[in-house]
């Protein structure tokens, strides 16, 4: 394992992240650095473990703190995915990046 990757993943064992899915239907999630895109399908949140994508039906934010770094979204929750934060920045292989290039 290269060192960079050891440093990111130690750096990483620090962070305390909850997510706590209530009946599919309420999401509190802690840790939340910025909200970079809703709508009423699909939910993007730069978290401090990575790119949380949250997606449903008639999904809306109940509640924003960045200064405590919570969220609480509702709706009818589907799935929850992360993915890298370097993965959006470098265009990696998303429907729309493959789709407008």
Excluded: C, H, W
Aim: charged share 30%.
């Amino acid at each position: 394992m290269p060192i960079d990757e050891r440093k990111s993943m130690s750096s990483m064992t620090n962070v305390i992240q909850n997510i706590v899915l209530e009946n599919r239907e309420k999401l509190n999630i802690t840790g939340v650095l910025d909200v970079l895109s809703f709508d009423d399908q699909i939910v993007i949140l730069e978290t401090e473990l990575g790119l949380l994508t949250v997606k449903g039906e008639n999904l809306r934010i109940n509640k924003l703190s960045l200064d405590t770094s919570e969220v609480t979204v509702d709706g009818e929750i589907s799935q929850l995915a992360y993915s890298e934060k370097d993965t959006m920045e470098k265009g990696g292989g998303g429907l729309l990046n493959k789709i407008f290039k």
